[in-house]
């Protein structure tokens, strides 16, 4: 039997809040004063406004900031609307360490996922994508100014009306209905490992001083040689919006305040909405979002309400 009094999780990370100690250089072509925009070309990073029906019964924006502290965004986004895969990592590491790793992680999620056969079954695709993920990151980050780098992860694969969204760390997915929202995702973070096993209660935390843990976490790709995500497998509604997001949003925006910002109607506008809202209320990290709005085929809209 487990001691839950004596229980003590093991940090894996501890993301920083503060300016990092270089800045890479930026592309212009790709970003703009610290700002990630959903392109047309499937979602590469590119200083434009847009909002795009990938493909149909599937809408599409995102958005990625550099927030109001740092010098340099270590969140990246993957659109693959060829294969239905979308991904949101938050890196983390010193000097272009954390930009290296969320960029790694999305990017060899995506080729993996989309080098499977068509007939293999999801869950076997997007778990192989994100071992690999993991394996790549984790080779990469064994020497030089780069070790110990890592990433979290927020993926979410569709097919049809079902999806499956896989998580490692504290990166966020969430279902927005009837304007309501609902926290899919479990936090691979100390406080929330100390909620699990009954050492804390929920309604406890805001009276306890975990000042000094809010931001460390127990799961991340590529620290260690294996990681295990969660995997969590929903069916959508019509009109329903699925968020993928980064910590330097949930730090600031509870579950009612994102349903509140967020119109299913203006995809690219509610992504802007959320980035200044977790701005004004401090932006002390990256801050990343992805919406994902699912539209019913003709003659089945009713059948899924």
Do not use: W
Not at 240 to 269: E, F, H, K, N, S
Request: charged share 25%; glycine share 8%; hydrophobic share 40%.
């Amino acid at each position: 039997m487990t001691d839950h009094t004596d229980f003590s999780p093991t940090p894996v990370f501890q993301e920083e809040a503060g300016d990092m100690n270089s800045v890479q250089p930026v592309d212009a072509d790709t970003q703009t004063d610290g700002v990630m925009h959903l392109s047309p070309e499937f979602g590469v990073p590119a200083p434009h406004d847009e909002q795009n029906r990938l493909s149909p019964g599937i809408q599409v924006a995102a958005l990625s900031d550099v927030g109001c502290v740092r010098k340099n965004n270590e969140d990246f986004f993957v659109c693959d609307p060829l294969n239905s895969l979308y991904v949101v990592c938050d890196g983390m590491g010193g000097l272009d360490a954390g930009e290296v790793a969320s960029s790694l992680a999305c990017d060899t999620v995506k080729a993996i996922f989309a080098g499977q056969a068509d007939d293999t079954p999801i869950e076997t695709r997007l778990a192989v994508a994100i071992s690999a993920a993991n394996e790549g990151v984790y080779r990469a980050g064994r020497t030089g100014h780069r070790a110990r780098m890592g990433s979290t992860m927020v993926v979410a694969a569709l097919a049809g009306n079902k999806i499956l969204i896989g998580n490692v760390g504290d990166s966020r997915a969430y279902i927005l209905r009837n304007r309501t929202c609902r926290q899919v995702t479990r936090d691979h973070s100390y406080i929330n490992e100390l909620v699990r096993v009954g050492t804390v209660k929920v309604e406890d935390i805001p009276n306890l001083d975990f000042k000094d843990f809010a931001s460390v976490i127990t799961r991340a790709i590529g620290t260690s040689e294996t990681v295990v995500p969660d995997f969590f497998s929903e069916d959508l509604q019509d009109g329903d919006t699925v968020l993928l997001t980064t910590d330097g949003l949930t730090r600031y925006l509870a579950d009612d305040r994102i349903a509140a910002l967020v119109d299913p109607d203006d995809l690219q506008g509610s992504c802007q909405r959320l980035v200044d809202e977790a701005k004004s209320a401090g932006g002390i990290d990256n801050i990343t979002c992805l919406l994902i709005r699912y539209v019913a085929p003709i003659g089945m809209q009713s059948r899924s309400t």
